[in-house]
């Protein structure tokens, strides 16, 4: 019995190994020993990654020059955005607290973003290119590291805290936020190996 | 019983999947091949290690220091949850004590059960174990809410002449666990779990 390994695909979280089926539109297949996912067949393309990464990017853009929330203490108007916020935290000595702010909420989201649009890009232009390959493992890697979501939760949970203090008006930068996050999870949902699948 | 790809000899590329005879780099997308993370329990128990010990400051060291003409605030994690208690927004306080200390100390508990139970091969609720570890590495992120809060109270009410709102060393700290047990988690190969099963049923 001669088998081709690339006609295998292996659990990701117990090892387990299954040969691998055609899959219907949406349908996915489960891991017999463990049950954890083994792949689906995506109802998205490339181009619509494409399509959703350019738009979170927009939305990110609109999130950071955007003030997240307006207060009013004795009439006097005061807004901040979230560099501001950073700036306020290294000014005052909080390197460390800055800077994780920094990367989880500002950079890494951006990189990520960033990373799929171009990912989708030399897919097209040059599939074989080492530049691909190094694309796909960043976008891997920073995955876990943007926390766009948790951030939405922080700004509601101190819109809360500030209205014992003064009045408070969420800032469109909320909504832009809340947006983001929306599509970055839409993004995180398509399993990346999929696009090294259509390549061979 | 199913066959794994290393009873079969075979790799799987970590990055892209496919399944291949063993080679030190994948021949479609270059990741470097192991048939188990490398040094999987040791780094784990290292990173758990510093992530137990920066939980203590982390929770005795203020995060936040609010001063204001009442005097000066030093809010740890917990008596910000008590006041969000006692002030009535039971639910946000309940939110903030899951998400910021039973979810680390679960996670502490939850990695180092999971750790032990590989150096002793256990071969009992192997299925359980499988999702004690899929529900940690899902809710590990949601940990930084707090960090994010302190830095928004910070910056937002930085330019009112209400107070002056500081980031306190805990929060630091506590961004580190937070850091510091995602890493744990990462570097923890799942696959160990159902190796042990295996090898008796080889």
Redesign the interface.
């Known amino acids: 019995m001669s088998i081709n ?2 006609d ?3 659990c ?7 040969s691998k089926a055609e899959l219907s539109v949406g349908a996915e297949a489960r ?6 996912l083994l ?1 689906r067949h995506p109802r998205m393309k490339a181009e619509h990654l494409l399509a959703i990464s350019i738009a979170a990017l927009i939305t990110l853009a609109i999130a950071h020059s955007c003030p ?2 307006a ?1 009013q ?2 009439g ?1 108007p ?1 807004s ?1 955005t ?1 560099i ?6 290294w000014r ?1 000595g ?1 390197l ?3 800077l ?2 920094f990367a ?2 500002l950079l890494f989201p951006l990189l990520e973003l960033s990373s799929v649009m171009l990912l989708v890009l030399v897919g097209w232009k040059a599939p074989a290119s ?1 530049l691909r ?1 190094m694309l ?2 960043f976008v ?1 890697a920073l995955r ?2 943007g ?1 766009t979501e ?2 939405v ?3 509601l ?2 819109l ?3 209205s ?3 009045r408070v008006v969420p800032g469109i930068a909320l909504w832009a936020f809340a947006a983001t996050a929306v599509m970055v999870a839409v993004i995180a949902a398509f399993d990346l ?1 999929q696009l ?1 699948e259509e390549g ?1 | 019983m199913t066959p794994t790809a290393l009873s079969h000899g075979l790799m799987a590329c970590p990055h892209c999947g496919l399944v291949q005879e063993p080679a030190e780099h994948c021949p479609r997308c270059r990741s470097r091949l192991h048939h188990r993370k490398p040094d999987s329990l040791t780094r784990s128990w290292a990173l758990l290690l510093a992530a137990a010990i920066s939980y203590i400051p982390a929770n005795l060291l203020p995060v936040m220091i609010t001063s204001s003409l009442t005097g000066t605030e030093r809010d740890t994690i917990m008596s910000g949850v008590i006041y969000f208690w006692t002030s009535g927004s039971e639910g946000l306080a309940a939110l903030i004590f899951t998400v910021s200390i039973l979810i680390p100390l679960l996670k502490l508990g939850s990695l180092s059960f999971l750790a032990v139970s590989i150096h002793l091969r256990s071969e009992r609720s192997v299925h359980q174990r499988a999702k004690l570890f899929r529900i940690v590495e899902l809710v590990g992120r949601w940990s930084m809410l707090d960090v994010f809060v302190v830095a928004l109270m910070v910056g937002l009410v930085q330019f009112s002449n209400l107070a002056i709102i500081e980031a306190g060393p805990g929060a630091a700290m506590f961004g580190g666990v937070v850091v510091l047990t995602m890493l744990a988690a990462h570097s923890f190969d799942p696959r160990l779990i159902w190796d042990s099963s295996e090898r008796q049923d080889v």
């Open positions: 390994p690339g295998y695909v292996a990701r979280e117990c090892d387990g190994l299954h891991c017999q020993r463990c049950g954890a792949y997240i929330v207060l203490v004795n006097i005061n901040a979230l501001g916020c950073i700036a306020s935290l005052e909080s460390f607290t800055a994780l702010v989880t909420a080492p390959a796909s493992r891997m876990p590291w926390m948790v951030f939760l922080g700004v949970v101190s809360i805290k500030l014992h203090l003064a190996r090294w061979t």
